[in-house]
């Protein structure tokens, strides 16, 4: 039997009707917000990856899906692709690439679709993931640096979290200063980590040469307490960022969003500057974060683009919905209606019936008349229906119809103009 390769997963019905409500209500809460979709290419140059995202991060040193894609043409070139591990870069490339800044307004962007990560797959972590998300960016002239952008991303984050039903998640934020004061604080961290890396893992004795700041991504047990007597970044953010930072918080707070500042919190991607945030979700367990997103204020240009600071954000959509699913949220529709056609010849009046309720934006399915009354009674509660309509003979000849309701097992003779109303009490 060939199966589906290993963190890879197929999304099957119900849970696909939890997407789906999660994607409309996404559109339709990010359209409130003036975002429009952007849809990027899966594969993408590695180099993309590896000069936005870091080459020192887990994502491009370990995790990456890449081959090499050999000429097939003299005007082709051989080229190293890569599967995208996140869709920032995508982004931040497309704006760049169509000249997106240059009507000088700010561009709101938002995208949905896989990632890919070659993880260690576990509940909540898979090779092939989806991501939602989001960015601003735009030129300075249009505000793109400014604190009312990363808080109006966080606003929008809240008011979507409330729109899909999810409750008790907590907003952790942080401030990674930027390329002025970075480097003060890479070489304090250089400095601190001098005495104690030998007692680290590899990756981290590695880091704290290469990029100092990735050793606070480090997950390994035995090395917490060593990150944890680091020096923490908020003591070296210069002026300007103490006070942009500062900024957002006011308007947080103006706005009653609530949060918790987590100063060890780096997210794990080289990119960010300033604003860093996370939402984690208690019921996920140990892949807690349902969602992440930070400001970048450099990243156009070292993609070779103009300057065009931005802050975006990517939520983990299958954890989005594990967790909805953990609190049992009964946001879905439920089948209203199972019509049942008895006797022969019923199937076209039966069908008749329930395109009549479909078109008035009932959910309805519909039995066939081989069946007999008692199975399609079976068949209507297997399938959650509230309602059974008997579509026979005498039915069609009074245009009135026999309606069990299934909860109930009271059952009436309701017209067909008063069958609506009477579904919908
Ligand atoms: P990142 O792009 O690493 O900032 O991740 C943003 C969000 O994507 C995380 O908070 C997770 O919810 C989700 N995510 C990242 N990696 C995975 C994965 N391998 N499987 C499922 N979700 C993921």
């Known amino acids: 039997m060939i199966k589906a390769v290993r963190g890879t997963r197929d999304l099957l019905p119900p849970d696909t009707e939890l997407w789906n409500f999660v994607e409309h209500t996404v559109r339709e809460v990010f359209a409130r917000y003036n975002y429009r979709e952007i849809r990027t290419p899966i594969f993408e140059s590695t180099e993309l990856f590896s000069r936005s995202v870091g080459e020192e991060t887990d994502i ?22 890569t599967l995208r591990p996140e869709n920032t870069a995508g982004v931040v490339r497309a704006y760049i690439e169509h000249e997106l800044g240059r009507s000088g307004l700010l561009q709101k962007l938002y995208y949905i679709g896989p990632q890919f990560r070659r993880e260690r797959p576990q509940k909540g972590r898979y090779r092939q993931f989806f991501q939602i998300g989001a960015e601003v960016l735009g030129p300075t002239t249009a505000g793109s640096e400014l604190p009312i952008r990363d808080a109006e991303v966080l606003d929008m984050l809240t008011a979507l979290l409330d729109a899909v039903g999810l409750t008790g998640w907590t907003l952790y934020l942080n401030s990674v200063g930027c390329a ?47 990150i944890e007597g680091l020096p923490k970044i908020a003591d070296y953010l210069d002026e300007g960022c103490r006070e942009h930072f500062a900024q957002v918080r006011a308007i947080l707070d103006t706005l009653g969003i609530p949060y918790q500042v987590n100063e060890r919190m780096v997210r794990g991607l080289d990119y960010y500057t300033r604003t860093t945030f996370e939402f984690t979700h208690g019921k996920l367990g140990s892949q807690s974060a349902v969602l992440g997103g930070g400001r970048y204020d450099g990243l156009s240009e070292q993609l070779d683009g103009p300057k065009a600071p931005g802050i975006g954000f990517a939520i983990g959509e299958d954890r989005l919905v594990l967790a909805l699913q953990a609190q049992q949220q009964q946001t879905l529709a439920p ?28 959910a309805v399915d519909v039995s066939d008349e081989s069946f007999r009354l008692k199975k399609s009674f079976e068949t ?43 579904l919908e009490d």
């Open 380 to 422: 209507a509660e297997k399938l959650g229906a509230t309602f059974a309509i008997i579509v026979g003979e005498n039915e069609v000849k009074a245009d009135a119809f026999a309606v069990k309701n299934l909860t109930s097992g009271l059952q009436t003779t309701v017209s067909r103009s008063e069958l609506l109303g009477h």
């Open 335 to 362: 089948l209203k209606a199972f019509v049942v056609p008895l006797g022969e010849g019923m199937n076209r009046h039966a069908l008749k019936l329930a395109k009549q309720l479909r078109a008035d934006g009932v």
């Open 60 to 81: 491009v040193s370990k995790e990456m899906f890449t081959w090499e894609d050999k000429a097939r043409a003299a005007s082709e070139k051989t080229q190293t692709l």
């Open 180 to 226: 002025k004061c970075r480097p003060a604080y890479n070489q304090a961290l250089r400095d601190a980590l001098e005495n104690v890396k030998d007692q680290m893992c590899g990756d981290c004795q590695r880091r704290s040469e290469t990029n100092p700041l990735r050793v606070l991504d480090c997950k390994v047990p035995e090395d917490q307490p060593i």
